[in-house]
């Protein structure tokens, strides 16, 4: 089971589609997105896929209803709970509920954003995650991650 993750994309369309693309290329069962679209037409993008995606709301999504509409209820909330072959997967666009949800210990894979930074912490074949800003603007650097969940790996990869 591969999830292909990305956060904090900022509106920065190009990059979408070229982590869309690897995210195909790579054959991910699905994709999650972890908040700061900012406006519905970067969330077009994913409504063309034929792959399960979800997302959350990051605090620069500004027109939410539109969002909400674009998604066709994917996205509804700052946070999901996901449950897909049976993998428990937290998506929270701040640190600490994720933080949270992974000390929990109730799910396979907690997802974040908002910092901009990659992060990785695992933890009895568990994981903490931020795959980092998927559009450079901050760090200079635009990169995803890919999280293996039967295989219990990682990759990050820049685009």
Known sequence: ?????LSDSHDAL???Q????????????GIIHGGDFVAPFSVAIFTHLTIPWWGVLGNNDGEVVGIF????GIIHSYYQEIEV??????????????ELAFQSGKYDLS????????MIKEENDRFLLN??????????VASVAICDLKKKEV????I
């Not at 089971?1 to 993750?5: C, E, F, L």
């Not at 070229?18 to 069962?29: M, S, Y």
């Open 14 to 16: 190009e990059k979408i």
């Open 18 to 29: 070229k982590a869309v693309h690897i995210f195909q290329e790579k054959k991910v069962d």
């Open 1 to 5: 089971m591969k999830i292909g993750i």
């Open 85 to 98: 072959n049976s993998y428990r997967i937290w998506v929270s666009h701040y640190s600490r509920p994720a």
């Open 111 to 118: 997802i974040f954003g908002h910092t901009h930074e990659k």
């Open 131 to 140: 795959p980092g800003e998927s559009c450079g603007l901050l760090t200079g």
């Open 69 to 72: 509409q674009k998604s066709k």
């Open 155 to 158: 990759e990050f990869l820049e």
